[in-house]
């Protein structure tokens, strides 16, 4: 049953706590903990994504410039959330550095809760009417599609979505990301191989003008963005066939994205396309971020769509691995 988007990002809050009641109901029992710990992160994370990517830039469209007050908040205090989820993640943390950061993160947790639902989700609600059951079914879906992706792709002790990120990903972590996925009528080897084609970008994507890659790993872009001419280098973090390309910048604005692929039926892929994004200067505010950015990212996933089932074959394929981040 399909429940309305305020009322699913309150279930969210509340099941998040009920972990952490868990957690510091345990007394010495670090192993049991410490799955806690990890589930609280996964939580997190998808709630976090459900926001940025659906419901946030529905605020701000609908509330205008309260909207972008109340969501230039939130998107702040997701980002102290990330960092201090990547500490729980990513170093080494004994039991009781553990305890404090997991304490510090639901600190700011409880604080953004408070905040999101006694002034957003009300206004949300005075507001949207029945635009919150279409929300609250699009994030249910998009939840869903997370999970399996999630499971789909993991690997032993690498479980959450924030530990899948390579490092090199995760330099873009002060940034806010977009996602989007699509379902293209073609084999997963087809879609794979043509998304490896970079310089063949600016058919399907909207403002590239050029890609040129330098060689197996590093591309130079080329794009018009709001009207400005912009350059950057990448590189490619991770590659592996039929499964993921992963990117970040390392000239430009900063920037980094993840592309993985799922088979549904032997002809039948879901793309899913996650951009992290910061913004440069006043001009790109939050409300760049979180609609121009996310409506350019679904239209160059249809563009993409319409391109490769036109042709219903590749244009070329690099079939390599990257398993390490280049420079």
């Known amino acids: 049953m399909s429940q309305r988007a305020t009322d699913m990002i309150r279930a969210d809050h509340k099941k998040v706590e009920g972990l952490y009641q868990r957690y510091t109901g345990l007394n010495g029992q670090e192993s049991a903990k410490r799955a806690l710990v990890e589930q609280i992160c996964q939580e997190l994370e998808v709630h976090a994504k459900l926001e940025e990517g659906i419901f946030y830039p529905a605020v701000q469209a609908k509330l205008k410039d309260d909207g972008t007050d109340l969501v230039s908040e939130a998107l702040k205090e997701h980002r102290e959330m990330k960092r201090l989820i990547g500490q729980l993640q990513t170093q080494a943390l004994d039991d ?24 957003m989700l009300p206004q949300a609600e005075q507001e ?20 399996a992706a999630a499971q789909s792709s993991g690997q032993p002790g690498r479980g959450t979505l924030a530990q899948r990120m390579t490092a090199a990903d995760q330099e873009a972590g002060g940034a806010s990301t977009i996602e989007q996925s699509i379902d293209v009528n073609v084999p997963v080897r087809t879609a794979y191989n043509q998304w490896t084609q970079f310089e063949e970008f600016p058919r399907f994507m909207e403002g590239v003008e050029q890609v040129t890659q330098l060689d197996d790993t590093h591309l130079h872009w080329k794009a018009n963005i709001g009207g400005k001419k912009k350059e950057w280098d990448a590189v490619i973090t991770e590659q592996r066939p039929d499964e993921r390309v992963a990117w970040t910048n390392t000239t430009g604005a900063r920037n980094a994205g993840v592309v993985t692929f799922h088979r549904l039926a032997p002809d039948k892929t879901r793309i899913m396309l996650q951009v992290a994004y910061e913004p440069e200067g006043v001009v790109e505010n939050v409300g760049d971020l979180l609609g121009v950015v996310s409506a350019r990212v679904r239209g160059d996933l249809q563009r993409f769509k319409k391109f490769i089932e036109a042709r219903g074959a590749e244009t070329g394929a690099w079939r390599g691995t990257v398993e390490q981040p280049h420079r």
């Open 96 to 119: 009781a550095e553990c305890d404090r950061t997991v304490h510090q993160l639901m600190s700011g947790v409880q604080h953004h809760v408070k905040e999101e639902e006694s002034e």
């Open 128 to 147: 949207f009417g029945n635009e919150l059951d279409r929300l609250g079914l699009q994030m249910q879906q998009h939840k869903q599609e997370l999970l």
